[in-house]
């Protein structure tokens, strides 16, 4: 029996773990490569408070793992089945067939971006191929980069990254944008980008790092190549959420419904992080969901066990 099981691999897992192993909670986080696969894969961060040089995914990661052992909470590396009840208990079915019994659980369980699933695209993950342009822009300063996505989450990046970038491929799959007028209007005053439209990106080429794609034309069905140093894909992303199925409460997207102390609609259960309802999804707010989500269930197994 554990007090709280805590299954993620990111900021807003590894605070809630590092919280509770502070507050002599007997935790434990239960840790897939998949969870732990978005931090990991951010080359730099430079938004999160306390590190003026910046910090990779990778090192920051490291850190909250060693940080939340120094305070006696274990990661069991293990993918978790299913979330279920047992009575006031919860029960966690993880791979190896184990069941767990715990009386709280704080589900940091992420989202994951739409891959294209084109050739090149994993080999060339942190090497040109990005999934986040707020985090990763800044490296492909002055130079050519794709942005894969007609919807609004494409176009914002498109317009973060057309100020620092020489010259911007949109990619799109259809003859029209997704996206609201008023993103497609202001992508229009970016005399650097170019709407590439109706094409599919079928690979994504480079050595050691990316260096260019081939883009098929969906009608004529003829294959070009553009140059390029950088791939930002935006194809939508869906949260986490499979082990939870009926258990929680989500909205029309899949991301689960929490008020402002992280509890989702089944007692004892927090969410934490990207997978939550929200409007921000950054590192810090998903260290400071976590924070929050760990100080409740607290409250919780004092009040109820
Ligand atoms: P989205 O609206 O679902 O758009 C995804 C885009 O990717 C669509 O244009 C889609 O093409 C394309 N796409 C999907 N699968 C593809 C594939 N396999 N290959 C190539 N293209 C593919 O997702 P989103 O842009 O991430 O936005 C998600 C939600 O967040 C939306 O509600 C959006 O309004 C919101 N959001 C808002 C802002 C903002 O600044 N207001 C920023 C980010 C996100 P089709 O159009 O052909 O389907």
């Known amino acids: ?30 840790e897939s490569e998949l969870m732990a696969a978005k931090i990991v894969s ?21 850190n909250l793992h060693k940080q939340a052992e120094k305070f006696g ?3 069991v590396y293990n993918e978790v089945k299913k979330v279920g009840l047992d009575g006031i208990y919860k029960k966690i079915l993880i791979d190896s067939g184990e069941t767990i019994k715990a009386k709280t659980v704080i589900l940091a369980i992420g989202e994951m971006a739409q891959k294209l699933n084109c050739s090149g695209e994993n080999k060339f993950l942190g090497k040109g191929v990005s999934y986040c342009a707020i985090c990763d822009g800044t490296f492909f300063k002055g130079r050519d980069v794709a942005v894969i996505g007609g919807g609004d989450a494409a ?10 970038v020489k010259k911007l491929y949109l990619v799109h ?24 439209l109706n094409h599919e990106v079928k690979e994504i080429q480079g050595k050691k790092f990316v260096n260019g794609i081939l883009l098929q034309n969906k ?3 003829t294959v070009k190549r553009i140059d390029v140093d950088g ?11 499979e082990i939870v199925h009926e258990l929680v409460k989500v909205d029309e997207q ?12 089944c007692p004892g259960i927090y969410a934490a992080g990207d997978v939550r309802k929200k409007d921000l999804r950054q590192l810090v707010t998903a260290a400071a969901d976590g924070a929050i989500a760990s100080f409740q269930a607290r409250q919780y197994i004092e009040m109820h066990y």
């Open 155 to 164: 176009l914002a990046s498109a317009l973060y990254l057309c100020h620092l």
């Open 231 to 241: 791939v930002f894909v935006y194809i939508g992303s869906k949260p986490n959420t």
């Open 173 to 196: 799959r259809r003859n029209s944008l997704r996206a609201t007028k008023i993103l497609q209007d202001k992508l229009k005053q970016c005399e650097m980008t170019e709407l590439v």
């Open 42 to 62: 951010i080359s730099q961060i430079e938004n999160y408070p306390g590190f003026p040089n910046g910090i990779s995914g990778e090192e920051l990661s490291d």
């Open 219 to 221: 009608e004529t069905k």
């Open 1 to 30: 029996m554990i007090d709280i099981a805590i299954v993620g691999g990111g900021p807003a897992a590894y605070t809630a773990a590092i919280f509770a192993g502070r507050a002599g909670l007997n935790a434990v986080v239960y």
């Open 73 to 75: 909470v274990d990661t």
């Open 254 to 265: 899949g991301y689960i419904i929490t008020n402002e102390k992280m509890e989702t609609s």
